[in-house]
Nanobody, 124 residues
Framework: QVQLVESGGGLVQAGGSLRLSCTAS????????MGWFRQAPGKDREFVCA???????AYADSVKGRFTISRNNAKNTVYLQMSVLKPEDTAVYYC??????????????????WGQGTQVTVSS
């Protein structure tokens, strides 16, 4: 089993920045694909970005150029640096992992484990 715990959410003004963290425990972090998803009230969960074990990345068009995903395998942690935040970025952000997976994946059903989510609110 893998447990994922997100942190770093909060309230920020439009144009500001936040960094989310997701720390995995329970199994070795190696060989995991990781992703970030978000869900706004009344909307479906949507893909934000993903990173492979080797560091390849993929981003949704809506966040490309503003968000950066990275990982520190020694710390079993993946990060989401969010900049130039917009009110439409307001959502609960979830990290997800896929064991024994060496690609990036933008489809939620690919992932095995999910964190509990962290709220990000961007005020205008």
């Amino acid at each position: 089993q893998v447990q994922l715990v997100e942190s770093g959410g909060g309230l920020v003004q439009a144009g500001g920045s936040l960094r989310l963290s997701c720390t995995a425990s329970g199994r070795t972090f190696s060989g995991y694909g990781m992703g970030w998803f978000r869900q706004a009230p009344g909307k479906d969960r949507e893909f934000v970005c993903a990173i492979s074990w080797s560091g390849n990345t993929a981003y949704a068009d809506s966040v490309k150029g503003r968000f950066t995903i990275s990982r520190n395998n020694a710390k079993n942690t993946v990060y989401l640096q969010m900049s130039v935040l917009k009110p439409e970025d307001t959502a609960v952000y979830y990290c997800a992992s896929k064991i024994n997976y060496y690609r990036v994946a933008s489809v939620a059903s690919v992932y095995d484990y999910w964190g509990q989510g962290t709220q990000v609110t961007v005020s205008s």
